[in-house]
């Protein structure tokens, strides 16, 4: 396939290509609407800096719990267990996503429109934003395997046609992460450079990529390269703590050891201003529910009684 000439990012190469600086900006928003946002410059420094942002306790208990209540009543319905968005365990029937979980109730709804979560959006995105994808990984104990180290971006880009580095996932722990258990590992620093990987993509990649990731992973050299240049760090934290990360970080997880389940929601978040294009891969676009395409429109926020912060 030739290459487009509105690709910014190249990857899925035939012959490896040099990793090169990202060339989009890391915070989007300037002036009075990066100075104004719930984010201090401090915090903004760290995510430009390193990729990623931590805030424990940022959901109260007793809003964890609805929660996991309802994803207990989502893991016993036929319906879901047995949908295309429901992902399990390679050779097992234990659950290991969820995807679209946004759209199964309304309080995931409102959790992804809390202005709260939308005005740390707004100020990263510069932009109003709508939901690119959610799910729920579930990592049971002993049976939790691994994420390999990727980018998500690169994904998105190649599979989705995602053009620019626009976009930024909120995961919030709805179990206690902690370091036995299988927790979110990220490099840091890594979202400032683009690391094109070799590969062409088969259709329908993703009915075995979210099973194990294989294809779009960087070579052992550049991840020996990027880990030893900057080290690894986990996101551990207690239930209701949110993880920010950028979508061209690097990141992955070990597989679950420990006898103790670890379960994250993630939403995904896309300017409205970087909507999805023919995936830069050349195949056909992946299903609604990994790739959103039909409900693009800024999202409203809403300010919710049902979800209460600590603090």
């Known amino acids: 396939m030739a290459n487009r000439t509105d690709d910014f990012y190249p990857t899925r190469l035939e012959r490896p290509l040099q990793s090169f600086e990202r060339k989009d900006p890391v915070v989007h ?32 208990k007793e809003t964890v719990q609805r929660f996991r209540d309802d994803l207990r009543a989502y ?3 036929d319906s879901i267990l047995h949908s295309e968005g429901t ?32 005005d740390m959006v707004h100020q990263l995105l510069g932009s109003d934003a709508y939901i690119h ?53 990220l490099v840091p620093g890594t979202h400032k450079t683009w690391f094109p990987c070799v590969g062409r993509t088969p259709e329908d990649n993703y009915q075995s990529s979210l099973k194990k990731q294989e294809l779009g ?8 390269r990027m880990i030893r240049e900057n080290g690894i760090e ?25 006898p103790w ?13 970087n909507q999805l294009e023919k995936p830069f891969c050349g195949n056909r676009p992946r299903p609604d529910f990994l790739g959103n395409r039909t409900n693009t ?15």
């Open 217 to 224: 992973v960087p070579s052992q050299k550049d991840l020996d």
């Open 234 to 258: 986990t996101a551990t934290g207690g239930a209701g703590s949110l993880i920010i990360f950028e979508c061209n970080v690097m990141h992955g997880s070990n597989a679950n050891m420990s």
């Open 297 to 311: 429109d800024a999202l409203v926020p809403v300010d919710s009684p049902d979800l209460r912060r600590t603090g």
């Open 133 to 185: 994808q959610s799910r729920i990984n579930y990592k049971p104990g002993f049976n939790g395997k691994g994420f390999n180290w990727h980018s998500d971006f690169e994904t998105w880009h190649a599979e989705d046609g995602m053009p620019r580095m626009r976009a930024v996932s909120f995961s919030i722990s709805l179990t206690d992460n902690n370091p036995f258990n299988g927790p979110l590992m």
């Open 29 to 60: 928003s300037q002036g009075e609407a990066r100075a104004n946002g719930p984010l201090s410059e401090a915090e903004l420094d760290q995510y430009e800096r390193n990729g990623f942002l931590v805030f424990n306790n940022f959901l109260d």
């Open 87 to 118: 992902i399990t365990e390679p050779g097992k029937q234990e659950i290991r996503s969820i995807f679209g979980i946004h759209e199964l109730s309304d309080r995931f709804d409102k959790l992804t429109r809390d202005r709260r979560i939308l």
């Open 261 to 273: 389940p670890r379960s994250n929601l993630f939403f995904v978040y896309n300017s409205v201003e």
């Open 75 to 77: 893991e016993d319905d």
